[in-house]
Nanobody
Framework: QVQLAESGGGLVQAGGSLRLSCAAS????????MGWFRQPPGQEREFVGV????????YYADSVKGRFTISRDNAKNTVFLQMNSLKPEDTAVYYC?????????????????WGQGTQVTVSS
């Protein structure tokens, strides 16, 4: 099993920044891909971005390109999501996801491991 522990999130004004962290523990060899999805109020869970550990390749949703940055700390099995220039439409519960998943990454379904979710609220 893999456990994902998220931290970060909160309330920020539009244009502000937040940083999320996700630390993996347990059978981390089962986490070839780690990243983030989000679920806005009343909507489906949607892809934000992921990183593949072996290559360092990062994939982003078009809606966050240029504003969000994914990075990692290999030694700590931790992935970060730096969110800049936040907009009210970024308001959502953000979930860390992990698994041995190959592209494309549009759907959350293939990811077997999930964090508990953290609320990000952007006020206008």
């Amino acid at each position: 099993q893999v456990q994902l522990a998220e931290s970060g999130g909160g309330l920020v004004q539009a244009g502000g920044s937040l940083r999320l962290s996700c630390a993996a523990s347990g059978r981390t060899f089962s986490t070839a891909t780690m990243g983030w999805f989000r679920q806005p109020p009343g909507q489906e869970r949607e892809f934000v971005g992921v990183i593949r550990w072996s290559t360092g390749t990062i994939y982003y949703a078009d809606s966050v390109k240029g504003r969000f940055t994914i990075s990692r700390d290999n030694a700590k099995n931790t992935v970060f999501l730096q969110m800049n220039s936040l907009k009210p439409e970024d308001t959502a519960v953000y979930y860390c996801a992990a698994g041995n998943v190959v592209p494309p990454y549009r759907s959350p379904t293939p990811f077997p491991y999930w964090g508990q979710g953290t609320q990000v609220t952007v006020s206008s």
